[in-house]
């Protein structure tokens, strides 16, 4: 018997501390959630299952951090992007390993699982991306 997960944010990250990118798909109208939500964004329903999502795609679009928050404050500066994977699906994160100088639009990442956590907010595992 398998195990039906919620479709929620706290469920992406379990899948996260378990370094699987999973999307939430629509079994009425094929649409696919990324970060998944508990319903269709397009059609409504509740007829969900959750697929695997490639782990590499290209940069879309990009900033440089130089102010951060407290808990994020050893990194600066950081960079954060939005990456684009197969299906048009995007996600945004922290990319790791690359410079302002070296970061281009288009250029290919993968995501990546950081076992860290934090007593402060974020406290679960995090994923971040780097160069594919």
């Not at 479709?7 to 378990?18: D, L």
């Not at 269709?40 to 007829?47: A, G, L, Q």
């Not at 695997?52 to 951090?65: A, F």
Request: aromatic share 12%.
């Amino acid at each position: 018997m398998s195990v039906e997960y919620p479709f929620t944010v706290a469920t992406f990250y379990k899948f996260i501390t378990e370094k699987k990118l999973k999307a939430a798909k629509c079994d009425n109208c094929g649409s696919v959630l990324l970060p998944p939500k508990p319903m269709c964004t397009t059609c409504f329903s509740v007829n969900l299952k959750w697929i695997d999502v490639n782990n590499t795609g290209k940069l879309l679009s990009y900033t440089v951090i130089h102010v951060a928050p407290e808990q994020f404050q050893s990194m600066v500066p950081y960079i954060v992007g939005i990456i684009e994977f197969d299906g048009g699906l995007r996600l945004p994160g922290i990319i790791k390993d690359v410079t302002s100088e070296q970061i281009e639009i288009g250029m290919k990442l993968k995501i990546d699982f950081d076992e860290t956590t934090s007593d402060n907010w974020p406290k679960w595992n995090r994923y971040f991306f780097r160069l594919a």
